[in-house]
Protein backbone atom coordinates (compact mmCIF):
# COMPACT_ATOMS: atom_id res chain seq x y z
CA UNK A 1 0.00 0.00 0.00
CA UNK A 2 1.51 3.51 -0.85
CA UNK A 3 0.32 6.28 0.28
CA UNK A 4 1.39 10.41 0.02
CA UNK A 5 4.13 11.88 2.39
CA UNK A 6 1.65 13.39 4.13
CA UNK A 7 -0.68 11.17 4.68
CA UNK A 8 -0.69 8.74 7.97
CA UNK A 9 -2.95 5.50 8.61
CA UNK A 10 -4.62 5.25 12.39
CA UNK A 11 -6.01 2.09 12.90
CA UNK A 12 -8.60 1.09 15.45
CA UNK A 13 -10.86 -1.44 16.57
CA UNK A 14 -14.37 -1.40 14.36
CA UNK A 15 -17.23 -0.24 16.44
CA UNK A 16 -19.28 3.07 16.67
CA UNK A 17 -17.03 4.39 19.68
CA UNK A 18 -13.92 3.49 18.39
CA UNK A 19 -14.38 5.55 15.45
CA UNK A 20 -15.74 8.06 17.34
CA UNK A 21 -12.19 8.19 19.43
CA UNK A 22 -9.95 8.23 16.50
CA UNK A 23 -12.01 10.72 15.13
CA UNK A 24 -11.10 12.48 18.19
CA UNK A 25 -7.43 11.74 17.67
CA UNK A 26 -7.65 12.69 13.82
CA UNK A 27 -9.08 16.65 14.93
CA UNK A 28 -6.38 16.98 17.23
CA UNK A 29 -3.79 15.51 14.86
CA UNK A 30 -4.80 17.81 11.91
CA UNK A 31 -5.01 20.85 14.45
CA UNK A 32 -1.48 20.64 15.74
CA UNK A 33 -0.19 19.32 11.96
CA UNK A 34 -2.86 21.10 9.24
CA UNK A 35 -0.97 19.24 6.35
CA UNK A 36 -1.52 15.87 7.09
CA UNK A 37 -4.05 13.83 5.74
CA UNK A 38 -5.38 10.84 7.89
CA UNK A 39 -6.27 7.17 6.63
CA UNK A 40 -8.36 5.71 9.14
CA UNK A 41 -8.67 1.54 9.33
CA UNK A 42 -11.40 -0.14 11.38
CA UNK A 43 -10.34 -4.08 12.66
CA UNK A 44 -12.48 -6.56 14.43
CA UNK A 45 -10.36 -7.46 17.03
CA UNK A 46 -10.08 -11.00 19.07
CA UNK A 47 -11.95 -9.47 21.67
CA UNK A 48 -15.02 -8.57 19.02
CA UNK A 49 -15.52 -11.92 17.59
CA UNK A 50 -15.38 -13.95 21.02
CA UNK A 51 -18.50 -12.85 22.26
CA UNK A 52 -20.17 -15.98 23.90
CA UNK A 53 -18.37 -15.90 26.97
CA UNK A 54 -17.02 -12.71 29.92
CA UNK A 55 -13.48 -11.98 28.94
CA UNK A 56 -12.19 -13.47 32.10
CA UNK A 57 -13.46 -17.04 31.10
CA UNK A 58 -11.25 -16.95 27.98
CA UNK A 59 -7.32 -17.83 27.68
CA UNK A 60 -5.08 -14.55 27.22
CA UNK A 61 -5.08 -11.35 27.57
CA UNK A 62 -5.18 -8.04 25.22
CA UNK A 63 -7.98 -9.36 23.13
CA UNK A 64 -8.56 -5.98 21.77
CA UNK A 65 -5.30 -4.64 20.97
CA UNK A 66 -3.36 -7.74 19.46
CA UNK A 67 -4.88 -7.27 15.18
CA UNK A 68 -3.69 -4.09 16.02
CA UNK A 69 -0.71 -4.41 16.89
CA UNK A 70 0.03 -6.54 13.53
CA UNK A 71 -1.05 -3.28 11.76
CA UNK A 72 2.00 -1.49 12.99
CA UNK A 73 4.51 -3.98 13.17
CA UNK A 74 3.73 -4.75 9.66
CA UNK A 75 3.67 -1.33 8.60
CA UNK A 76 -0.11 -1.53 7.00
CA UNK A 77 -0.62 1.43 9.93
CA UNK A 78 1.51 4.28 11.14
CA UNK A 79 -0.64 5.00 14.47
CA UNK A 80 -3.02 3.52 16.51
CA UNK A 81 -5.75 4.83 18.79
CA UNK A 82 -7.18 2.68 22.04
CA UNK A 83 -9.36 2.91 25.49
CA UNK A 84 -6.29 2.43 28.03
CA UNK A 85 -8.17 0.33 30.02
CA UNK A 86 -7.87 -2.45 27.05
CA UNK A 87 -4.36 -2.68 27.60
CA UNK A 88 -2.74 -4.83 29.84
CA UNK A 89 0.22 -3.42 31.81
CA UNK A 90 2.98 -5.74 29.99
CA UNK A 91 1.17 -4.45 26.36
CA UNK A 92 1.15 -1.04 27.72
CA UNK A 93 4.97 -1.10 28.81
CA UNK A 94 6.14 -2.74 25.64
CA UNK A 95 9.15 -0.72 23.76
CA UNK A 96 8.54 -1.88 20.41
CA UNK A 97 5.42 0.77 20.73
CA UNK A 98 5.77 4.27 21.56
CA UNK A 99 2.45 6.04 23.46
CA UNK A 100 0.95 9.27 24.48
CA UNK A 101 -2.25 9.57 26.85
CA UNK A 102 -4.11 12.20 24.74
CA UNK A 103 -7.65 12.67 26.35
CA UNK A 104 -10.16 11.58 28.87
CA UNK A 105 -13.18 11.55 29.94
CA UNK A 106 -15.44 11.20 33.10
CA UNK A 107 -14.80 7.96 34.28
CA UNK A 108 -17.52 6.83 36.52
CA UNK A 109 -19.75 4.23 35.74
CA UNK A 110 -23.04 4.86 34.95
CA UNK A 111 -26.18 2.48 35.22
CA UNK A 112 -28.79 2.58 33.25
CA UNK A 113 -32.14 1.21 34.38
CA UNK A 114 -35.56 0.46 32.67
CA UNK A 115 -38.51 2.79 33.90
CA UNK A 116 -39.86 -0.61 35.36
CA UNK A 117 -36.90 -1.21 37.96
CA UNK A 118 -39.13 0.94 40.25
CA UNK A 119 -42.28 -1.72 40.15
CA UNK A 120 -39.68 -4.42 40.54
CA UNK A 121 -38.57 -2.84 43.90
CA UNK A 122 -42.36 -2.12 45.06
CA UNK A 123 -43.34 -5.79 44.30
CA UNK A 124 -40.16 -7.41 45.86
CA UNK A 125 -39.10 -8.72 42.47
CA UNK A 126 -34.98 -8.82 41.89
CA UNK A 127 -33.34 -7.05 39.27
CA UNK A 128 -31.09 -8.20 36.71
CA UNK A 129 -28.04 -6.40 35.87
CA UNK A 130 -25.89 -6.89 32.73
CA UNK A 131 -22.60 -6.83 33.54
CA UNK A 132 -19.52 -8.97 32.64
CA UNK A 133 -16.79 -6.85 34.34
CA UNK A 134 -16.08 -8.90 38.00
CA UNK A 135 -14.64 -5.38 39.40
CA UNK A 136 -18.07 -4.38 38.55
CA UNK A 137 -19.82 -7.14 39.67
CA UNK A 138 -18.05 -7.44 43.11
CA UNK A 139 -19.06 -3.37 44.38
CA UNK A 140 -22.22 -2.66 41.90
CA UNK A 141 -24.59 -4.47 43.85
CA UNK A 142 -24.05 -3.99 47.65
CA UNK A 143 -23.82 0.01 46.75
CA UNK A 144 -27.17 -0.15 44.53
CA UNK A 145 -28.77 -1.75 47.56
CA UNK A 146 -28.24 1.54 49.24
CA UNK A 147 -28.87 4.12 46.54
CA UNK A 148 -31.96 2.81 44.99
CA UNK A 149 -34.94 4.43 46.15
CA UNK A 150 -37.49 2.49 48.28
CA UNK A 151 -40.96 2.41 46.55
CA UNK A 152 -43.84 2.46 48.90
CA UNK A 153 -41.42 0.92 51.80
CA UNK A 154 -40.27 -1.78 50.14
CA UNK A 155 -36.74 -2.14 49.47
CA UNK A 156 -34.57 -3.85 46.72
CA UNK A 157 -34.56 -7.58 47.46
CA UNK A 158 -32.31 -9.15 45.20
CA UNK A 159 -29.47 -7.99 42.46
CA UNK A 160 -28.20 -10.58 40.40
CA UNK A 161 -25.59 -10.17 37.48
CA UNK A 162 -25.48 -11.57 34.34
CA UNK A 163 -23.31 -11.49 31.47
CA UNK A 164 -23.48 -8.93 28.56
CA UNK A 165 -20.96 -8.54 25.78
CA UNK A 166 -20.90 -6.45 22.67
CA UNK A 167 -20.83 -3.17 21.52
CA UNK A 168 -22.69 -0.18 23.07
CA UNK A 169 -25.77 0.11 21.04
CA UNK A 170 -26.00 -3.71 21.25
CA UNK A 171 -26.30 -3.79 24.52
CA UNK A 172 -28.58 -0.87 24.96
CA UNK A 173 -30.95 -2.93 22.46
CA UNK A 174 -30.88 -5.53 24.85
CA UNK A 175 -31.51 -3.76 27.53
CA UNK A 176 -34.62 -2.27 25.78
CA UNK A 177 -35.77 -5.66 24.73
CA UNK A 178 -36.01 -6.75 28.30
CA UNK A 179 -33.42 -9.11 28.66
CA UNK A 180 -31.68 -6.82 31.68
CA UNK A 181 -33.63 -4.45 34.30
CA UNK A 182 -30.05 -2.29 33.89
CA UNK A 183 -26.60 -2.62 32.48
CA UNK A 184 -23.08 -1.35 34.03
CA UNK A 185 -21.20 0.76 30.69
CA UNK A 186 -18.88 3.69 31.08
CA UNK A 187 -19.98 7.21 31.21
CA UNK A 188 -17.24 8.54 29.40
CA UNK A 189 -18.38 5.78 25.74
CA UNK A 190 -21.85 7.55 25.91
CA UNK A 191 -20.70 11.03 26.41
CA UNK A 192 -17.92 10.74 23.11
CA UNK A 193 -21.15 9.01 21.38
CA UNK A 194 -23.08 11.29 22.29
CA UNK A 195 -21.38 13.96 20.87
CA UNK A 196 -19.97 12.71 17.75
CA UNK A 197 -22.46 13.85 14.74
CA UNK A 198 -22.69 10.26 13.41
CA UNK A 199 -23.70 8.25 16.36
CA UNK A 200 -25.43 10.95 18.38
CA UNK A 201 -29.13 10.45 17.15
CA UNK A 202 -29.06 6.85 17.41
CA UNK A 203 -27.48 6.76 21.26
CA UNK A 204 -29.97 9.34 21.87
CA UNK A 205 -32.86 7.17 20.87
CA UNK A 206 -31.33 4.10 22.76
CA UNK A 207 -30.99 6.29 25.92
CA UNK A 208 -34.55 7.73 25.64
CA UNK A 209 -36.75 6.69 28.71
CA UNK A 210 -34.03 5.29 31.00
CA UNK A 211 -33.24 6.09 33.87
CA UNK A 212 -29.41 6.88 35.00
CA UNK A 213 -27.62 6.72 38.43
CA UNK A 214 -23.80 7.77 37.94
CA UNK A 215 -22.32 5.77 40.81
CA UNK A 216 -19.74 7.23 43.24
CA UNK A 217 -16.37 7.38 42.16
CA UNK A 218 -15.00 6.34 45.71
CA UNK A 219 -17.15 3.69 46.79
CA UNK A 220 -17.71 2.86 43.37
CA UNK A 221 -14.33 2.94 42.12
CA UNK A 222 -14.08 3.05 38.36
CA UNK A 223 -11.16 0.60 36.32
CA UNK A 224 -7.70 2.00 36.82
CA UNK A 225 -7.86 4.91 33.48
CA UNK A 226 -11.11 4.66 32.47
CA UNK A 227 -12.17 6.96 29.97
CA UNK A 228 -8.42 7.28 28.77
CA UNK A 229 -7.69 7.69 25.43
CA UNK A 230 -3.66 6.70 24.19
CA UNK A 231 -1.98 7.07 20.78
CA UNK A 232 1.07 5.12 19.85
CA UNK A 233 3.01 4.24 17.09
CA UNK A 234 5.74 1.86 16.08
CA UNK A 235 8.73 2.86 18.04
CA UNK A 236 10.93 2.79 14.75
CA UNK A 237 8.27 5.38 13.06
CA UNK A 238 9.78 8.84 13.86
CA UNK A 239 7.08 11.01 11.75
CA UNK A 240 4.64 9.00 13.65
CA UNK A 241 6.10 9.22 17.13
CA UNK A 242 6.59 13.12 16.42
CA UNK A 243 2.64 13.06 16.32
CA UNK A 244 2.56 11.10 19.40
CA UNK A 245 4.59 13.20 21.61
CA UNK A 246 2.47 16.61 20.01
CA UNK A 247 -0.53 15.03 21.29
CA UNK A 248 0.90 13.87 24.51
CA UNK A 249 -1.18 15.30 28.15
CA UNK A 250 1.51 15.29 30.20
CA UNK A 251 -0.63 16.09 33.31
CA UNK A 252 -3.26 13.44 32.48
CA UNK A 253 -0.63 10.83 31.99
CA UNK A 254 0.89 11.69 35.06
CA UNK A 255 -2.59 11.32 36.90
CA UNK A 256 -3.55 7.89 34.83
CA UNK A 257 -0.23 6.47 36.00
CA UNK A 258 -1.21 6.72 39.32
CA UNK A 259 -3.92 4.41 38.85
CA UNK A 260 -2.65 2.00 36.26
CA UNK A 261 0.04 1.12 39.06
CA UNK A 262 -2.33 -0.43 41.18
CA UNK A 263 -2.83 -3.06 38.25
CA UNK A 264 0.81 -4.40 38.84
CA UNK A 265 0.27 -3.92 42.80
CA UNK A 266 -3.21 -5.46 42.97
CA UNK A 267 -2.98 -8.14 39.59
CA UNK A 268 -5.02 -6.73 36.81
CA UNK A 269 -6.40 -8.21 33.73
CA UNK A 270 -9.67 -9.80 33.33
CA UNK A 271 -10.04 -11.28 36.86
CA UNK A 272 -9.23 -8.31 38.44
CA UNK A 273 -12.42 -7.64 40.85
CA UNK A 274 -10.73 -3.80 42.50
CA UNK A 275 -10.63 -0.26 40.46
CA UNK A 276 -9.14 2.95 41.63
CA UNK A 277 -9.30 6.72 40.65
CA UNK A 278 -7.18 9.78 41.10
CA UNK A 279 -9.24 12.67 41.79
CA UNK A 280 -7.61 15.89 42.05
CA UNK A 281 -9.06 18.96 42.94
CA UNK A 282 -8.57 22.78 43.93
CA UNK A 283 -5.08 21.56 44.64
CA UNK A 284 -5.78 18.70 46.41
CA UNK A 285 -5.76 15.34 45.76
CA UNK A 286 -6.74 11.68 46.61
CA UNK A 287 -6.64 8.24 45.26
CA UNK A 288 -9.02 5.85 46.19
CA UNK A 289 -9.02 2.35 45.87
CA UNK A 290 -12.09 -0.26 46.26
CA UNK A 291 -12.38 -4.27 45.71
CA UNK A 292 -10.84 -7.33 46.17
CA UNK A 293 -6.68 -8.00 45.40
CA UNK A 294 -6.03 -11.23 43.28
CA UNK A 295 -5.96 -12.78 46.45
CA UNK A 296 -9.13 -12.15 47.85
CA UNK A 297 -8.41 -9.61 50.77
CA UNK A 298 -9.53 -6.58 50.48
CA UNK A 299 -8.00 -3.15 49.02
CA UNK A 300 -10.48 -0.68 49.58
CA UNK A 301 -8.94 2.30 50.90
CA UNK A 302 -8.51 6.66 50.42
CA UNK A 303 -4.28 7.19 49.72
CA UNK A 304 -4.27 10.98 50.82
CA UNK A 305 -0.78 12.31 52.48
CA UNK A 306 -0.25 15.82 53.80
CA UNK A 307 2.87 18.03 52.81
CA UNK A 308 5.50 17.88 55.05
CA UNK A 309 5.37 21.55 56.24
CA UNK A 310 1.27 20.50 56.94
CA UNK A 311 2.27 16.77 59.00
CA UNK A 312 5.02 19.04 61.22
CA UNK A 313 2.45 22.11 61.94
CA UNK A 314 0.14 19.57 63.10
CA UNK A 315 2.11 17.18 64.74
CA UNK A 316 1.95 17.12 68.99
CA UNK A 317 -1.76 19.30 68.25
CA UNK A 318 -5.11 18.91 70.06
CA UNK A 319 -7.49 18.23 67.39
CA UNK A 320 -10.98 19.48 67.96
CA UNK A 321 -13.01 17.96 64.63
CA UNK A 322 -16.72 19.42 64.05
CA UNK A 323 -17.70 16.37 62.81
CA UNK A 324 -18.04 14.99 66.11
CA UNK A 325 -20.59 17.44 66.93
CA UNK A 326 -22.49 18.16 63.34
CA UNK A 327 -25.52 18.48 65.81
CA UNK A 328 -24.55 20.56 68.49
CA UNK A 329 -23.52 24.12 66.82
CA UNK A 330 -27.05 25.39 65.57
CA UNK A 331 -30.84 25.08 65.95
CA UNK A 332 -31.85 24.79 62.75
CA UNK A 333 -34.99 27.12 62.49
CA UNK A 334 -37.38 25.55 58.86
CA UNK A 335 -38.68 27.77 56.33
CA UNK A 336 -42.40 27.51 55.56
CA UNK A 337 -43.43 26.94 52.50
CA UNK A 338 -46.90 26.37 50.67
CA UNK A 339 -48.04 23.13 50.21
CA UNK A 340 -47.94 23.63 46.91
CA UNK A 341 -44.33 25.20 46.46
CA UNK A 342 -43.19 24.96 42.85
CA UNK A 343 -39.70 24.88 41.69
CA UNK A 344 -39.43 25.10 37.80
CA UNK A 345 -36.07 23.80 37.05
CA UNK A 346 -35.89 20.64 36.17
CA UNK A 347 -33.01 19.35 38.63
CA UNK A 348 -31.90 20.51 42.53
CA UNK A 349 -28.55 19.63 44.18
CA UNK A 350 -29.08 19.04 47.53
CA UNK A 351 -26.74 20.12 49.67
CA UNK A 352 -26.96 18.01 52.45
CA UNK A 353 -30.18 15.35 53.98
CA UNK A 354 -31.15 17.75 56.53
CA UNK A 355 -32.47 19.95 53.55
CA UNK A 356 -35.18 17.51 53.74
CA UNK A 357 -35.74 16.83 57.49
CA UNK A 358 -38.44 19.30 57.97
CA UNK A 359 -41.64 19.40 59.26
CA UNK A 360 -42.87 19.81 55.96
CA UNK A 361 -41.05 16.53 55.38
CA UNK A 362 -43.77 14.54 53.33
CA UNK A 363 -43.65 17.96 50.89
CA UNK A 364 -40.05 17.77 49.97
CA UNK A 365 -39.97 13.95 48.98
CA UNK A 366 -43.22 14.35 46.99
CA UNK A 367 -41.64 17.42 44.74
CA UNK A 368 -38.09 15.77 44.75
CA UNK A 369 -39.59 12.50 42.99
CA UNK A 370 -41.07 15.03 40.40
CA UNK A 371 -37.38 16.10 39.40
CA UNK A 372 -33.88 15.40 38.60
CA UNK A 373 -31.70 15.39 42.00
CA UNK A 374 -28.26 15.41 42.43
CA UNK A 375 -26.36 15.26 45.77
CA UNK A 376 -23.30 16.42 47.72
CA UNK A 377 -22.26 13.08 48.88
CA UNK A 378 -22.99 9.22 49.51
CA UNK A 379 -24.62 9.73 52.88
CA UNK A 380 -27.25 11.80 51.68
CA UNK A 381 -27.60 9.90 48.60
CA UNK A 382 -28.68 7.20 51.23
CA UNK A 383 -31.04 9.28 53.08
CA UNK A 384 -32.82 10.47 49.54
CA UNK A 385 -33.40 7.37 48.93
CA UNK A 386 -34.57 6.25 52.47
CA UNK A 387 -36.95 8.28 51.40
CA UNK A 388 -38.06 7.12 47.48
CA UNK A 389 -35.70 9.85 45.87
CA UNK A 390 -34.22 8.60 42.69
CA UNK A 391 -30.92 10.20 42.64
CA UNK A 392 -28.60 10.36 39.64
CA UNK A 393 -25.42 11.17 41.22
CA UNK A 394 -23.60 13.38 43.63
CA UNK A 395 -20.26 15.44 43.87
CA UNK A 396 -18.55 12.55 45.85
CA UNK A 397 -17.88 14.96 49.05
CA UNK A 398 -16.08 17.60 46.77
CA UNK A 399 -18.93 20.52 46.58
CA UNK A 400 -20.83 20.58 43.56
CA UNK A 401 -18.04 22.69 41.71
CA UNK A 402 -17.03 19.40 41.37
CA UNK A 403 -19.60 18.63 38.89
CA UNK A 404 -19.38 21.57 36.80
CA UNK A 405 -18.23 19.37 34.02
CA UNK A 406 -19.99 16.55 34.95
CA UNK A 407 -24.07 18.33 34.60
CA UNK A 408 -23.39 19.82 31.30
CA UNK A 409 -21.94 16.86 29.65
CA UNK A 410 -24.26 15.28 26.96
CA UNK A 411 -25.30 12.39 29.20
CA UNK A 412 -26.59 14.46 31.87
CA UNK A 413 -26.91 17.67 29.68
CA UNK A 414 -27.64 20.07 33.04
CA UNK A 415 -27.17 23.55 32.92
CA UNK A 416 -26.75 25.43 35.73
CA UNK A 417 -29.59 27.67 35.23
CA UNK A 418 -31.62 24.33 35.18
CA UNK A 419 -30.67 23.63 38.51
CA UNK A 420 -31.67 24.70 42.10
CA UNK A 421 -29.44 24.56 45.17
CA UNK A 422 -31.22 23.51 48.21
CA UNK A 423 -29.33 24.53 51.17
CA UNK A 424 -29.53 26.50 54.10
CA UNK A 425 -30.41 30.57 53.67
CA UNK A 426 -26.89 32.20 54.68
CA UNK A 427 -25.28 29.60 51.72
CA UNK A 428 -28.49 29.90 49.45
CA UNK A 429 -27.72 34.11 49.86
CA UNK A 430 -24.09 33.11 48.85
CA UNK A 431 -24.54 30.68 46.06
CA UNK A 432 -27.20 33.51 44.35
CA UNK A 433 -24.36 36.47 44.45
CA UNK A 434 -22.61 33.72 42.21
CA UNK A 435 -24.95 33.57 39.98
CA UNK A 436 -26.76 30.37 40.90
CA UNK A 437 -29.85 29.37 41.69
CA UNK A 438 -30.34 28.15 45.05
CA UNK A 439 -33.19 28.38 47.74
CA UNK A 440 -32.73 28.12 51.96
CA UNK A 441 -35.05 25.55 53.38
CA UNK A 442 -33.81 25.97 56.87
CA UNK A 443 -31.61 28.47 59.17
CA UNK A 444 -29.01 28.00 60.75
CA UNK A 445 -28.83 29.85 64.81
CA UNK A 446 -25.47 29.37 66.74
CA UNK A 447 -26.39 27.47 69.79
CA UNK A 448 -23.23 25.89 71.27
CA UNK A 449 -23.96 22.75 73.39
CA UNK A 450 -22.15 23.16 76.53
CA UNK A 451 -20.38 19.47 75.28
CA UNK A 452 -19.11 22.06 72.29
CA UNK A 453 -17.49 24.64 74.32
CA UNK A 454 -15.23 22.63 76.31
CA UNK A 455 -13.75 20.62 73.79
CA UNK A 456 -13.08 23.82 71.75
CA UNK A 457 -11.33 25.16 75.11
CA UNK A 458 -9.03 22.00 74.97
CA UNK A 459 -7.77 21.95 71.40
CA UNK A 460 -5.10 24.53 69.39
CA UNK A 461 -6.25 22.88 66.31
CA UNK A 462 -9.48 23.02 64.61
CA UNK A 463 -11.44 21.00 61.45
CA UNK A 464 -14.20 22.65 60.15
CA UNK A 465 -16.67 21.03 57.58
CA UNK A 466 -18.85 24.39 57.41
CA UNK A 467 -18.33 28.05 57.21
CA UNK A 468 -21.28 28.63 59.63
CA UNK A 469 -19.13 26.24 61.96
CA UNK A 470 -16.17 28.35 62.38
CA UNK A 471 -18.28 31.94 62.65
CA UNK A 472 -20.36 30.60 65.26
CA UNK A 473 -17.17 29.43 67.29
CA UNK A 474 -14.55 31.85 66.63
CA UNK A 475 -14.75 33.90 69.74
CA UNK A 476 -13.93 30.82 71.68
CA UNK A 477 -10.56 30.18 69.57
CA UNK A 478 -7.45 30.61 71.24
CA UNK A 479 -4.79 33.06 69.39
CA UNK A 480 -2.32 31.13 67.12
CA UNK A 481 -4.91 28.08 66.55
CA UNK A 482 -4.61 25.67 63.09
CA UNK A 483 -7.64 25.72 60.80
CA UNK A 484 -8.02 22.58 58.62
CA UNK A 485 -11.21 22.28 56.09
CA UNK A 486 -12.08 20.58 52.47
CA UNK A 487 -11.63 22.20 49.86
CA UNK A 488 -14.00 23.68 48.07
CA UNK A 489 -16.65 26.88 49.20
CA UNK A 490 -15.94 26.95 52.79
CA UNK A 491 -12.46 27.03 52.55
CA UNK A 492 -12.93 30.18 50.22
CA UNK A 493 -14.57 31.45 52.61
CA UNK A 494 -12.50 31.03 55.45
CA UNK A 495 -9.44 32.37 53.46
CA UNK A 496 -11.51 36.08 53.08
CA UNK A 497 -11.90 35.95 56.86
CA UNK A 498 -8.00 35.86 56.65
CA UNK A 499 -7.58 32.44 57.88
CA UNK A 500 -4.64 30.34 56.99
CA UNK A 501 -5.75 26.87 56.38
CA UNK A 502 -4.26 23.24 56.00
CA UNK A 503 -6.86 21.48 53.56
CA UNK A 504 -8.02 18.27 52.86
CA UNK A 505 -9.77 16.90 49.83
CA UNK A 506 -12.89 16.26 51.70
CA UNK A 507 -14.10 15.43 54.75
CA UNK A 508 -14.32 11.61 54.49
CA UNK A 509 -10.45 11.84 53.39
CA UNK A 510 -10.04 13.78 56.89
CA UNK A 511 -11.56 11.53 58.97
CA UNK A 512 -9.18 8.46 57.20
CA UNK A 513 -6.13 10.59 57.81
CA UNK A 514 -7.28 11.27 61.58
CA UNK A 515 -8.06 7.98 62.21
CA UNK A 516 -4.46 6.78 61.16
CA UNK A 517 -2.93 9.37 63.40
CA UNK A 518 -5.26 8.48 66.43
CA UNK A 519 -2.09 8.16 68.55
CA UNK A 520 -1.00 12.12 68.12
CA UNK A 521 -3.73 13.89 67.62
Known sequence: MSTAPDTLRLVSRASELARVQVDIAAQQIQQAFPTINIETIALASAGDHQLSAPLY??????????????????????????????????????????AAIFQRDDPRDVVLFLPSVLDNIKHGKPITLGTSSLRRQELVPPLLRQLLPIVEGREVTEIHCESIRGNVDTRLNKLRAGEFDGIVLAAAGLNRLLRAPQTHTETSSLLAGLKIMLLPLVECTPAPAQGALVIEALATNSRACEVVERLRNAALEKNVARERALLREFGGGCHQRFGGVYLSHRGVSVLAVAGLHKDGSDVTELRFSLDESSDKVLSGRRLFSASDFMKDFFVREPVSFPHQLAITEQAVFVSNHRVVQHPQEELWPELLRQKRVWTAGTRSWIELARRGVW???????????????????????????????????????????????????????????????????????????????????????PEGSIHICPAGKTADLLRAEGVELILFPTIKTFLTWRTQHHDTL
Open 391 to 477: VEGSSDGFGLEFLDAVLPSPLVGLGKQETLILTNTASAERWKADGRKALGTYTLRPNLSEGVRTALQSADAFFWTGFEQYDACREFL
Open 57 to 98: ELEGRDFFTKGIDEQLLDGHADLAVHSLKDLSVERAEDLRFY
